[in-house]
């Protein structure tokens, strides 16, 4: 059973910063592609990072240059940096994995406010 969990959601002052993690299990990890998403409440669920198995990287344009993608295959876990947060970074974050089929975490929440 394929499992995928983030976590290091929370609350944080404007400027602040969290790191994200994706634990995933029950797939051959370093075989699968990773996205990070988000939902913020009353809109489209967007893309805001991706990682290929090749570790090539691409951000939203709302998100480069304050965060960064990463991936550590041997522990089966990919995360998210996010610096100089904002109150427009407030969503539900989720982990997506694929390859030929694709696996979505429950997400976690971040809140950007003062």
């Known amino acids: 059973q394929v499992q995928v969990v983030e976590s290091g959601g929370g609350l944080v002052q404007p400027g602040g910063s969290l790191r994200l993690s994706c634990v995933v299990s029950g797939i051959s990890f370093s075989l699968f592609h990773l996205n990070w998403f988000r939902q913020a409440p009353g809109k489209q669920r967007e893309l805001v990072a991706s990682?290929?198995?090749?570790?090539?990287?691409h951000y939203a344009d709302s998100v480069t240059g304050r965060f960064t993608i990463s991936r550590d295959d041997a522990v089966n876990t990919a995360y998210l940096q996010m610096n100089s947060l904002k109150p427009e970074d407030t969503a539900v974050y989720y982990c997506?994995?694929?390859?030929?089929?694709?696996?979505w975490g429950q997400g976690t929440q971040v809140t950007v406010s003062s």
């Open positions: 997506n994995v694929y390859r030929f089929q694709s696996y």
């Open positions: 990682i290929l198995t090749d570790s090539n990287t």
